[in-house]
């Protein structure tokens, strides 16, 4: 059972440059959702969804869009890469009934120089 | 909006007890959470309040008042493994979304 999946673990982008962050995860949840972490700022939410083919935008959403054509799958993209978006970045997952834990993928560290 | 508040560092010795305060302001409130995040890693669930009063798991306890806006996490036992951040975490009134507080850094000195 791997858990949340998150893909790559670093990356260096120049400004202007797009990407795509992976994100999958293999416990069935309808909730998936991204955060970025920025020193002294704690966990910000950009995007979530709560199905496939629903998402919907958090407090941080510009630059970046999102997809869920699947349960699995959450990707996030980031459109044209700016040095503000140098962050950590983290995947989440949870079951939506009841008042369930997020479970946390792995972090992406990204920079945009 | 909602607003959480924590200390930014704090300093115990191996073998102590530590508590780690949160305060918040939400339009909305279901439920309170606490994450473990060791450095470079990912967060991990500690516990949880959505009444008030405290719950208890091992060496790890969690409190919560609503009618103050306020809960704290309770660390007895201190290990040198417990050298960490701790993120507080409100859960709003719709659906998963969480805010999260700026975090703990919590340092256990031998």
């Known amino acids: 059972n791997a858990g949340v999946t998150q893909t790559p673990k670093f990356q260096v982008l120049k400004t202007g440059q797009s990407m795509t962050l992976q994100c999958a995860q293999d416990?069935?949840?309808?909730?998936m959702s991204w955060y970025r972490q920025d020193p002294g700022m704690g966990l910000r939410l950009i995007h979530y969804?709560?199905?496939?083919?629903?998402?919907d935008q958090g407090e941080v959403p510009n630059g970046y869009n999102v997809s869920r054509s699947t349960t699995e799958d959450f990707p996030l993209r980031l459109l044209s890469a700016a040095p503000s978006q140098t962050s950590v970045y983290f995947c989440?997952?949870?079951?939506?009934?009841?008042?369930?834990?997020?479970?946390f993928g792995s972090g992406t560290q990204l920079s945009v120089l | 909006g909602q607003n959480i508040d924590q200390p930014t560092e704090m300093t115990a010795t191996e073998g102590a007890i530590v508590q780690i305060n949160c305060t918040y302001q939400?339009?909305?409130?279901?439920?309170l959470f606490w994450y473990q995040q060791h450095a470079g890693e990912a967060p991990t669930f500690l516990s949880y309040?959505?009444?008030?009063g405290l719950e208890e798991k091992g060496r790890f306890s969690s409190f919560l008042s609503r009618s103050k806006g306020y809960s704290y996490l309770l660390l007895k036992e201190l290990q040198m493994k417990d050298s960490a951040s701790y993120l507080c975490?409100?859960?709003?009134?719709?659906?998963?979304?969480?805010?999260f507080g700026p975090g703990t850094r919590l340092s256990v000195l031998p």
């Open positions: 989440a997952s949870s079951y939506s009934r009841g008042n369930e834990k997020l479970f």
């Open positions: 416990m069935n949840h309808e909730y």
């Open positions: 969804s709560v199905g496939a083919g629903i998402t």
């Open positions: 939400t339009s909305g409130f279901n439920g």
């Open positions: 309040n959505v009444l008030d």
């Open positions: 975490a409100v859960r709003g009134p719709y659906g998963q979304n969480f805010v």
